[in-house]
Antibody, heavy 121, light 110 residues
Framework: EVHLVESGGGLVQPGGSLRLSCAASGFTFSDYWMNWVRQTPGKGLEWVANIKKDGSEKYYVDSVKGRFTISRDSSKNSLYLQMNSLRAEDTAVYYC??????????????WGQGTLVTVSS | QSALTQPRSVSGSPGQSVTISCTGTSSDVGYFNYVSWYQHHLGKVPKFMIYDVSKRPSGVPDRFSASKSGNTASLTISGLQAEDEADYYCCSYAGSSTWVFGGGTKLTVL
């Protein structure tokens, strides 16, 4: 069974940094693109970043470019999001989501339970 | 990378049908046939409900159907059940390995 478990969220001051992790199990991690998606308070979901199966390609939403870095470690079946220069508007629940394979290639077929990041002084 | 537009809320009585719209642009919803829908019950993991505009993954009831016309995608839930009460999000591929989600619609089953 596929499991995605995020960790690393917490309270951080504006301008600070935080590193999120997502532990994956139940599937061959290196076969899938992985994503971070966030849900801001009172708002909808926002795709944040993704990374190719082998880590060779990374893409970001404009609002986090230059501040966030997505990475993965297939030896640990883990996905990461390094968040620097955090702003109040980055406050959100951050979800790790797997992009599907084959027929499900253009959707997110499994999600984690999310980890809350609060940026506040 | 502007969010897709969804109604904030919809409601319906058990047994009725409701439709949730999702409006994007000619660069995302209107261009790619890669719209997906997700159901999110508060405190739970988002669930994948629809892919490629109108296809259901295995295990999703056929009460859930979806379509697209121009820049607007739609999700229809027929035979409403209490368990359908949740937030629903649409998502579209936007090219260059980027994605855009809708603001979410809260479905209330009266």
């Amino acid at each position: 069974e596929v499991h995605l478990v995020e960790s690393g969220g917490g309270l951080v001051q504006p301008g600070g940094s935080l590193r999120l992790s997502c532990a994956a199990s139940g599937f061959t991690f290196s076969d899938y693109w992985m994503n971070w998606v966030r849900q801001t308070p009172g708002k909808g979901l926002e795709w944040v970043a993704n990374i190719k199966k082998d880590g060779s390609e990374k893409y970001y939403v404009d609002s986090v470019k230059g501040r966030f870095t997505i990475s993965r470690d297939s030896s640990k079946n883990s996905l990461y999001l390094q968040m620097n220069s955090l702003r109040a508007e980055d406050t959100a629940v951050y979800y790790c989501a797997r992009r599907g394979y084959g027929d499900y290639d253009r959707a997110f077929d499994y999600w984690g339970q999310g980890t809350l990041v609060t940026v506040s002084s | 990378q502007s969010a897709l537009t969804q109604p904030r809320s919809v409601s319906g009585s058990p047994g009725q049908s409701v439709t949730i719209s999702c409006t994007g642009t000619s660069s995302d919803v209107g261009y790619f046939n890669y719209v997906s829908w997700y159901q999110h019950h508060l405190g739970k993991v988002p669930k994948f409900m629809i892919y490629d505009v109108s296809k259901r993954p295995s295990g999703v009831p056929d009460r859930f159907s979806a379509s697209k016309s121009g820049n607007t995608a739609s999700l229809t839930i027929s035979g409403l059940q209490a368990e359908d009460e949740a937030d629903y999000y649409c998502c579209s591929y936007a090219g260059s390995s980027t994605w855009v989600f809708g603001g979410g619609t809260k479905l209330t089953v009266l």
